[in-house]
């Protein structure tokens, strides 16, 4: 397996209290860390797979420390609407951590129109600078929140990940659902971010990790005979969920 790292994406979080530069301190205890992953929609495929061999986080005192290890697959696509996956999570040292590595394998692939087709990570880490404090008995969850229509990109060799990955911290972002009369995909925009999602059992939606401000929210009718509509001045708050409740779309005449 490659070890040259060819993409690393800057997302600086700040996680807890006031970082230190001296690294994680056994002497101050142990807090936490957890690492989840969600996605945005991607309609142009019908699943993309990732396996993963390992999550490791890094302090400039202890360098690289393995939260999780083992062979485990994932559909991204699955991975919308509420669903997510804990892919790693394991006791550290309180103090500050400045990167997250994932390590894939090369069994990666993509179904589109029912064809499979490789997926090639190169280098096979995705490396995402973060900041996150991690105090003493409490559980700090990072989201990795992965774009997957966005990650992958057609070359003359194949389809290659580059991944869009937002990181966020559970604690600093809030949620936004709802119930749409027909199925739809559901897309907030705002504080320059997008996030999407589609409708799933009866019709309802849930936006994860919005971080908080105001959005406006355009939901698109998968019904060609009902119309498309937004809403806007939608508040987010912190730790909280924003219910827009039913919202109906009308019927084309």
């Known amino acids: 397996m490659k070890q040259l790292n060819l993409f690393t994406l800057l997302a600086l979080l700040a996680v ?10 056994s002497a101050n205890g142990e807090g936490t860390m957890q690492v989840r992953m969600v996605d945005a929609p991607a309609s142009s495929y019908d699943s ?6 390992d999550v490791s986080v890094h302090s400039n005192t202890s360098g690289w420390i393995t939260l999780s290890s083992g062979v485990r697959t994932y559909n991204l696509l699955a991975l919308v609407n509420g669903a997510e996956a804990v892919i790693g999570e394991a006791k550290l040292s309180t103090g500050l951590y400045s990167q997250l590595r994932l390590t894939l394998s090369d069994s990666c692939w993509v179904y589109a129109g029912g064809v499979r087709l490789s997926l090639k990570v190169p280098g096979d880490q995705i490396i995402l600078n973060i900041h996150a404090e991690l105090s003493a008995n409490v559980t700090t969850s990072l989201v990795l929140d992965f774009d997957a229509g966005r990650s992958l990109v057609m070359t003359g060799a194949g ?3 580059k991944p869009v990955i937002r990181v966020l911290s559970t604690s600093s972002t809030g949620y936004i659902q709802g119930i749409v009369n ?3 995909s559901v897309t907030a925009y705002g504080n320059g971010d997008t996030l999407g999602t ?3 059992a009866n019709n309802s939606f849930r936006i994860m990790y919005a971080k908080p401000g105001t959005y406006s929210l355009t939901i ?3 019904n060609a005979m009902f119309y498309d509509t937004t809403l806007t001045n939608i508040s987010v708050v912190s730790g909280q969920t924003t ?7 009308r019927a084309k005449l």
Do not use: K, Y
Not at 16 to 25: F, K, L, Q, R, T
Not at 243 to 249: D, E
């Open 182 to 184: 027909v199925r739809s």
């Open 48 to 53: 993309v797979i990732i396996t993963v061999t």
């Open 159 to 161: 389809l290659v990940m």
């Open 16 to 25: 807890g209290g006031c970082a230190s530069d001296d690294g994680p301190s």
């Open 243 to 249: 219910n827009v409740g039913m919202i109906t779309l």
């Open 198 to 200: 589609v409708t799933g």
């Open 220 to 222: 698109v009718s998968g």
